[in-house]
């Protein structure tokens, strides 16, 4: 147990010691939750005729309809998901 606590200790020093992430990365982790909620939904629209018919005239434009924030990684999921 004391062995434990003392790696942890210097796991802890070692951690302080490092320089702090870059903001982009930090920004990036906070998004990824919703990203993947954003991701289900698009699962469930691009089975939709109708959703990619709107994406294909306004990809913007059809996010917002469909109720989610329209943003450059997931527009590009989108078609992704659309060409496979």
Do not use: C, K, Y
């Not at 920004?27 to 469930?44: C, Q, W």
């Not at 994406?55 to 496979?84: I, K, N, Q, T």
């Amino acid at each position: 147990m004391a062995n434990e606590l003392h790696l942890e200790i210097e796991l802890a020093a070692a951690l302080r010691a490092t320089a702090a992430p870059p903001q982009a990365w930090i920004d990036a982790a906070v998004a990824i939750p919703a990203m993947l909620a954003d991701l289900e939904s698009i699962d469930r629209l691009v089975a939709s005729g109708d959703f990619r018919d709107a994406f294909a005239r306004d990809p913007e434009r059809a996010l917002v309809d469909a109720g989610l924030e329209p943003s450059v990684p997931l527009v590009a999921a989108v078609r992704e998901r659309l060409a496979a």
